[in-house]
């Protein structure tokens, strides 16, 4: 007899502004460090989904999945408080979803 699996899946989509980049080096280089920082810490998938050639804007797609919806959710939770606090960016929203 097989035991049920759970898998508990979360998109957060986080849209933000880039004041300082005065060109697509500028943020994209602003935007690998977020990438980098939300993987290393939060062990999440991250990708730019959204304008790419926009010098200011960036939209990121995060992705967790887990076997505990309650571990997804404290992790997000705690990951959007992180964005929330960072210096260089103007968050725009953050929106989450459950696949």
């Not at 920082?37 to 050639?53: F, G, P, Q, T, W």
């Not at 992705?63 to 992790?75: D, P």
Request: charged share 20%; proline share 2%.
């Amino acid at each position: 007899m097989q035991t049920p699996v759970s898998a508990h899946v979360a998109l957060m989509i986080i849209d933000f502004h880039v004041p300082h980049a005065g060109s697509l080096k500028d943020k994209r280089r602003v935007v690998k460090s977020i990438k980098d920082r939300l993987a290393h810490r939060y062990n999440v998938s991250i990708a730019e989904i959204a304008c790419l050639e926009e010098w200011q804007h960036a939209v990121l797609g995060v992705t967790m999945i887990g076997n505990e919806r309650r571990h997804v959710e404290q992790n997000l939770a705690g990951l959007s408080g992180w964005v929330q606090e960072m210096r260089d960016i103007q968050l725009i929203a953050i929106n989450l979803e459950w696949l």
